[in-house]
């Protein structure tokens, strides 16, 4: 691991208490290890040339394409717009689970405080919106510096609890923020698959950009859980009394299936996918999102 | 059904319950995890609900079965063996060969081999009462076997059932071990005599003895024998009842020397002690009694490990009569081979018959001087001087030797009764001289080599004076005659002169070459002193004269004297030597049927618990009554007791000992009798540890398989355990990784 990013993993970043200081460690950590940032420092973007048709603003008029072929071509330019991003913070009881340095709320949240830091940084807007069962907190866009502590309040505020139902909640975002926009759905996915990717159809439908941030511990993705264990679900999914080496293999296969799943339905309707360990690192997820963020371009 | 040795342990089965009830413990202290992903889990446990069931049940059993069958080995199950099983109620013959030879009484450790040997034997029985099998039992003893005379053993197939064991112990009670040296050979051939080779019944054959070198070292015919008890599917047990070497010291043989005996006359006993062991012994005391009365004792100086030392003991008796000497070792690990017994019969005097040819009688004078020197020289012979028709006419076989001197021709009467009376065991000695005829001898006592002549003559020969040569005109061999001169400077013999002699034909005959042996011969080579064996008795012929004609010597060389006594006493001992009677020997009495009645009453050695006996007495051709005693079973003096017709009585006594060879203790163990029985299928326990033939009383013992079936269980159930998920695994696998 480079020097620079000894402090994204979660052990370093569990010792700091407030999430906006986490935000900008992690931040400045990530950004202080590039080499280059070709994403930031230019407002107005080419996009591609046209050929001149009469009514076009001369000024746009490439003269140097005119003068190697002698025709005349305009450049278009993309338009000169703020990114409106929406952070979808998954908080259900669910998302309590954890046995290393942070546990999937956690991790969820110190993203999504990460996420909402740089996308300030770059001048964008940013809200955020924390469900369960129901929108818990909803945060408006903005673009002002001191946004970001609103946002970071509605995480820290938002204790897991409940059970996730994804569909009404990614129904109403989209009746919420109507213009096109990012979303970012930081969740463990641990819901019906039907409602959830039919809320991501509806998003991208409505023109948004989608990406999800798949948070899983390490236990849930290598279950080695040995001794007569009684598992109790965390959402009222019942309990078991088992011994869970026995059950491994079974287990590890249907969570093999349901991960194939998600990757599948989140291919289907173009929405870009990160399964995120909570023991990762946590620049992963602002190297997944600006990636997404390099290609988003190309894809409308 | 097997059988257990422990049955109280297979309460113990109870804790193969142990598993399950951990399992269900286990129910209770389950970990408790909050868990997220429980769709997954129970996706989980819907598709190897059944499967995982199955697995944990396996797991159980195994576990189950592990502890029943560490419990189960713990009581030492027995199946019964392949016979057992498949004809149930097939009866078990025992058969118990027990060692009574003396060797078996060595002390050690308390107690003698003996007395461990009837404990095994009452154990075996014992153990096998309790079988469920009809039980068979016999007990063949050594010795028993040995004597063809003594009928059927002890025990012959007899049922192990009501009061068997009362019997047997009060049998084994009243058994003494005896003195014979009975081997194990009888014994196993006695099974086939008595019991046949072929038997529906499964037979043991139990082996008590003490396994010594002999014959154990070299089985010989024994192998055979146990090699068909193995082919015959007979079960073999060899039980060493004595598990240690000890030294032994054992009085080898005690007999009267080859002197003359008689009344007043002093000679010596010859006594050899053997030490068996290892070290040597120094200043070994042999005590010794005549007739009951304590002699002074011998002291053999030192005695070297694993030789024999012979002495002598010197001997005198005043009286005429039979008289017994015995002899005593101090007490070691062998008590019966320190007694060793001796019959010496002293006659008053000692009859001898001098026939001399000549009227004058010079040579037979010569020689009764020689014989009886009169004065305070007691020799106790008593020369009677005759002429040759003597013979003929008078029976012979009360002189004790008879001397032929210078004779001229005997009639063929006398001939006959001269070689019926050295053919019986009596002693004749020629001396030759000028009345003598080569032809007579030829023809009549030599006779090609079937007469008494021990050689041809060829006729008178002069033994040339030649007073530059040193060497001796007679010179001797190494005979019992001459023995006294050898190892001296032999003065007197050197001065001995031959001037005539009878040459004989040179060489000898090849006939003569096995029979003949030359005694002595003269300076020239020529044979001056030839023997033959005659019958049970002996011919010495001195082929020069008894009187001083033809030499000096009987002229006032003291050599003649005691050649002459020398020779007296062989010739008055048989040729062929009685062997000493041994423990298990016939004794045979021989007296005059004329003076005494047939019946013969036999008294055993005073010492020994044994009740006289009573047997008739046979006519034999030559007028005497023969009466035989079968199997001396002790070692002592018995005394056959005879009434007379004029209401007096006679007696001989008889000494019986022991064989000295079974002294010898040294042990074969288990190892080199593994390899001298090479081929042999059998099982060797000491008599300490040796309870019973458990596998063939009650089958096969099943602990060995158990242990393996244990291991093996223990192997599968950890197999078994880690494929279930018992166990935790070394390293946790990655899965489910995006």
């Given at each position: ?68 072929q ?7 330019f993309?338009?000169d ?9 998954d ?42 069962d ?9 673009t002002?510096r ?16 409940g059970?996730?139902?994804?569909y009404?909640?990614?129904?109403k ?10 979303m970012?759905?930081?969740s463990d996915?641990?819901?019906p ?8 159809r509806?998003?991208r ?9 798949h948070v899983?511990?390490d ?35 249907a ?11 989140c291919v289907r ?10 023991s ?20 409308n | ?12 089965l ?16 389950h ?12 996706i ?26 560490l ?6 199950p027995r ?5 057992g ?34 404990a ?19 007990l063949?003893?050594f ?19 009501g ?5 047997l ?14 081997g ?15 038997s ?7 082996l ?5 070198t ?22 073999l ?6 598990d ?13 020397d ?15 002690v ?8 120094n200043?070994?005391?042999?005590q ?14 030192r ?5 024999t030392?012979?002495?002598?003991i ?6 005429a009569g039979?008289h ?8 070691d ?18 009859p001898v ?17 020689a014989?009886?020197?009169g004065?305070?020289v ?13 013979l003929?006419q008078?029976t ?32 004749l000695c020629?001396?030759?001289g000028p ?33 530059l ?43 003569a ?13 020529a044979p001056?002193?030839?023997?033959r ?28 004297v005691v ?15 009685k ?17 005494y ?6 008294v ?13 007495a ?9 009466a ?66 458990e ?24 197999l ?6 018992d166990h ?11």
């Open positions: 691991m480079p020097d620079s990013k000894r402090f994204l993993h979660p052990d370093a970043i569990k010792r700091i208490s407030r999430l906006d200081v986490r935000a900008r460690q992690i931040v400045e950590g990530f950004l202080a290890g590039m080499h280059r940032s070709p994403y930031f420092g230019q407002s107005v973007e080419f996009l591609q040339h046209r050929e001149y048709v009469a009514g076009d603003d001369p000024r746009y008029v490439d003269w140097k394409v005119w003068a190697k002698d025709r005349l071509y305009v450049k278009q993309e338009e717009t703020n990114l409106r991003c929406t952070l979808l913070v908080v259900s009881a669910s998302m309590r689970y954890g046995a290393g340095a942070l546990n999937k709320y956690e991790y969820g949240a110190t993203v999504a405080a990460s996420l909402a830091y740089l996308i300030l940084r770059q001048q964008d807007a940013v809200g955020c919106v924390a469900f369960d129901k929108a818990r907190t909803l945060v408006p866009q903005r002002r001191n946004h970001l502590d609103s946002i970071l309040r509605s995480l820290e505020i938002s204790a897991p609890r059970k996730t139902d994804v009404p909640i990614l129904h975002v989209a009746e919420t923020y109507p213009a096109r926009g990012m970012v759905l930081v996915l641990l819901m698959r039907e409602p959830l990717f039919r809320g991501l509806l998003l439908r409505r023109g948004h950009d989608v990406m999800v941030f899983l511990d236990d849930e993705l290598d279950f080695p859980f040995d001794g007569a264990t009684r598992f109790e679900g965390l959402e009222a999914d019942g309990e078991l009394s088992c011994n869970p080496r026995a059950l491994r293999r079974g287990y590890l296969a969570l093999g299936e349901y991960l194939e799943e998600v990757r599948r339905g309707y173009e929405v870009d996918y990160a399964l995120l360990r909570t990762q690192p946590l620049d992963a997820a602002l190297a997944a999102y600006l990636s997404n963020r390099l290609g988003m371009h190309h894809r | 059904m097997p059988t257990f040795l422990h049955p109280a342990l297979l309460w113990g109870l804790i193969a319950g142990v598993p399950v009830l951990i399992h269900l413990i286990n129910l209770f202290r970990r408790r995890v909050p868990w997220a992903a429980m769709e997954f889990l129970l989980s446990q819907r598709r190897n609900r059944t499967w995982v069931l199955l697995k944990q049940l396996l797991l159980l059993l195994l576990r189950m079965t592990a502890v029943a069958v419990v189960l080995m713990l009581t030492h199946l019964p063996t392949q016979w099983r498949f004809l149930d109620g097939q009866p078990v013959h025992h058969i118990v060969l027990l060692d009574d030879s003396f060797s078996m009484t060595e002390q050690q450790g308390g107690s003698q081999a003996w007395d461990r040997a009837k095994a034997v009452e154990r075996i029985a014992r153990d096998a009462s309790h079988s469920s099998r009809p039980q068979t039992f016999s063949i003893r010795s028993q076997a040995a004597n063809e005379n003594s009928g059927k053993p002890d025990l012959l197939d007899e049922s192990v059932r009061d068997f064991l009362d019997r112990s009060d049998h084994l009670k009243e058994l003494d071990c005896s003195e014979t040296s009975a194990p050979l009888p014994a196993l051939e006695g099974i086939e005599r008595w019991l046949g080779a072929d529906s019944d499964q037979r043991i054959v139990y008590l003895t003490d396994f010594r002999n014959p154990w070292a070299e089985p010989g015919d024994l192998k055979p024998l146990l090699q068909g008890l193995s082919r015959s599917q007979t079960g047990h060899l039980v060493p009842c004595v240690r070497f000890q030294p032994n010291v054992a009085v080898a043989s005690l007999r009267p080859e002197g003359i005996r008689a009344a007043g006359v002093p000679f010596f006993l010859d006594v050899a053997t030490n068996h062991g290892d070290a040597p012994l200043e070994v005391v042999v010794v009694q005549a007739d009951g009365q304590a002699r002074p004792a011998l002291r053999i100086p005695l070297p490990p694993r030789q030392v012979a002495d002598r010197p001997m005198q008796f005043a009286l039979t017994v000497v015995q002899v005593e070792l101090d007490s690990a062998v008590a019966l081979d320190n007694h060793r017994y001796c019959v010496v019969d002293v006659p008053a005097e000692l018959l001098l026939i001399d040819g000549n009227m004058e009688a010079e040579d037979a004078t010569y020689l009764s001087s014989l009886r020197p004065g305070a007691v020799t106790g012979l008593t020369p009677r001087i005759e002429k040759p028709r003597f003929s008078n012979l076989g009360s002189f004790s030797a008879i001397y032929l001197l210078n004779v001229e021709r005997l009639e063929d009467s006398a001939i006959k009764a001269l070689e019926q009376y050295v053919a019986a065991g009596g002693g020629v001396f030759l009345r003598c005829a080569a032809s007579f001898f030829n023809e009549k006592l030599y006779r090609g080599g079937t007469g008494l002549f021990p050689v041809p003559l060829t006729g008178q020969e002069a033994l040339l004076v030649d007073r040569e040193k060497t001796p005109d007679m010179q001797v061999t190494d005979h019992p005659i001459f023995r006294v001169f050898s190892g001296q400077r032999n003065g007197f013999l050197g001065t001995v002169s031959i001037s005539r002699y009878f040459a004989t034909v040179d060489p000898l005959p090849e006939s070459h096995t029979s003949v042996e030359v005694l002595a011969r003269l300076r020239n080579g001056l002193v030839v023997e064996q005659f019958g049970k008795g002996r011919v010495v012929a001195f082929l020069t004269t008894a009187g001083p004609e033809w030499n000096n010597w009987t002229r006032g060389n003291p050599s003649f050649t002459m006594l020398e020779l007296q006493a062989y010739l008055s001992r048989p040729a062929v030597e062997k000493p009677a041994l423990v298990g020997d016939d004794l045979t009495v021989s007296y005059d049927a004329s003076l009645q047939p019946q013969v009453r036999w055993p050695p005073v010492t020994k618990a044994i009740d006289p006996s009573a047997t008739e046979t006519l034999q051709d030559n007028g005497t009554y023969n035989i005693l079968q199997a001396a079973p002790v070692s002592g003096v018995y005394r056959a007791e005879y009434s007379a017709k004029d209401g007096g009585h006679g007696d001989q006594p008889l000494a019986v000992n022991i064989d000295p060879e079974e002294g010898k203790l040294d042990l074969v163990d288990g190892p080199a009798l593994a390899a001298a029985l090479e081929g042999v299928d059998y099982r060797y326990e000491p008599v300490s540890t040796f309870r019973y033939a596998e063939e009383l009650e089958g096969r013992d099943l602990t060995d398989v158990l242990l393996y079936a244990l291991i093996a269980l223990l192997v599968l159930e950890q078994v355990a880690y494929w279930v998920g935790p695994p070394r390293t946790v696998e990655k899965g489910g990784d995006a």
